[in-house]
């Protein structure tokens, strides 16, 4: 057996009239992401880490933003997919630590439904699933509430 490790970055511009979906899951806010599809930035970041721990690229190789089929997809979807492309490799998902950057809204009280949702869309365990907030501080666009942005680890074994 062994074992692989994929990181995955992402960030979305915040604006007015968006819907703020994060790990799948709509919160309450008055700015979402500016994106192709709905901009969920940790569905984002997870999807690469997964794909990177395989090999397999990144998630603009395979749901280009382009590409009008994508426009306003949850992006669970993507998870979804990238599951079945490790499925086919035989990798298993054994965890995933994600961080995700925000001035606003607080996101740890929606964690445990984020969880729910991501361990649901890549068919495993939510126990699986670490999420940790941040801010920034202050400083920069995430700062100032412009941008959102998460880092995940995901960690793969293959037999
Ligand atoms: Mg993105």
Do not use: Q
């Not at 979906?21 to 999807?47: R, T």
């Not at 395989?54 to 992006?75: E, V, Y």
């Not at 365990?125 to 942005?149: F, P, S």
Request: proline share 4%; charged share 25%.
């Amino acid at each position: 057996m062994s074992t692989r490790c994929g990181i995955g970055y992402d960030l979305h511009r915040l604006s007015e009239g968006r819907k703020l979906i994060v790990g799948g899951i709509e919160l309450p806010f008055d700015k979402g992401p500016v994106g192709h599809s709905d901009g969920d930035v940790l569905a984002h970041a997870l999807c690469d880490a997964l794909l990177g721990a395989a090999g397999l690229g990144d998630i603009g190789i395979h749901f280009p933003d382009t590409d009008a089929k994508w426009k306003g997809a949850n992006s669970l979807i993507f998870l979804e997919h990238a599951k079945r492309l490790l499925d086919e490799k035989h990798f298993a998902i054994e965890h995933v630590d994600a961080v995700v950057i925000t001035e606003k809204p607080k996101l740890g009280p929606h964690f445990p439904k984020m969880r729910e949702a991501l361990a649901k869309a890549l068919s495993v365990g939510a126990e699986k699933i670490h999420l940790k907030a941040k801010t920034n501080e202050g400083v920069d666009a995430i700062g100032r509430g412009e941008a959102i942005a998460a880092h995940v680890i995901a960690t793969l074994t293959s037999r």
